[in-house]
């Protein structure tokens, strides 16, 4: 029996310095140690938006506008399959300070930077439409 394909949503927070927030992931997690855009899973009764602003809430505690859809990707990791879904989205107040409560480390990077960083490879096709 195949299994249920897992939907998630990421979010790529633009600074006003229209830098881009990336987030490390713990050891003790899939794809350990990996930056990644912040974000998860999509719960049941939930749109992908409310998914993605309740998990950067959630991981960040940070409090962001959605801007626009970048689109999705599919993805399998260790036998199971994703539907990943990408935002941008900037923070609704720039004063806010971010805690980690999932990750291990958080950087604000230029989109050409992201190259420099052990992130899964999909989440990067979607860098160049970051800013069109």
């Known amino acids: 029996m195949k299994n249920k394909v897992i939907i998630a949503v990421n979010i790529i927070i633009i600074n ?11 050891a003790d997690k899939p ?5 990644e855009f912040p974000g998860g899973k999509l719960e049941e009764n939930e749109s992908l938006e409310e ?4 998990e950067i809430k959630e991981e960040l505690e940070l409090d962001v506008i ?7 990707d ?6 199971q399959d994703f539907l990943l879904h990408i935002y941008t989205a900037h ?5 806010q300070i971010l805690k980690l409560n ?4 958080s950087k604000w990077v230029d989109v050409n930077e992201l190259n420099n960083f052990d992130m899964p490879a999909k989440d990067l096709k ?7």
């Not at 998914?51 to 309740?54: E, Q, V």
């Not at 959605?66 to 999705?72: E, R």
């Not at 599919?74 to 036998?79: A, M, N, P, S, W």
């Open 16 to 26: 006003k310095d229209k830098k881009v927030l990336i987030a490390k992931r713990p």
């Open 31 to 35: 794809m350990p140690n990996k930056w």
């Open 51 to 54: 998914c993605g602003l309740r």
């Open 66 to 72: 959605i801007d626009k859809y970048l689109g999705y």
């Open 74 to 79: 599919e993805l399998t990791y260790k036998g």
């Open 91 to 95: 923070k609704a107040d720039e004063n």
């Open 102 to 105: 999932e990750h291990t480390d």
């Open 126 to 132: 979607f860098t160049k439409l970051i800013f069109s």
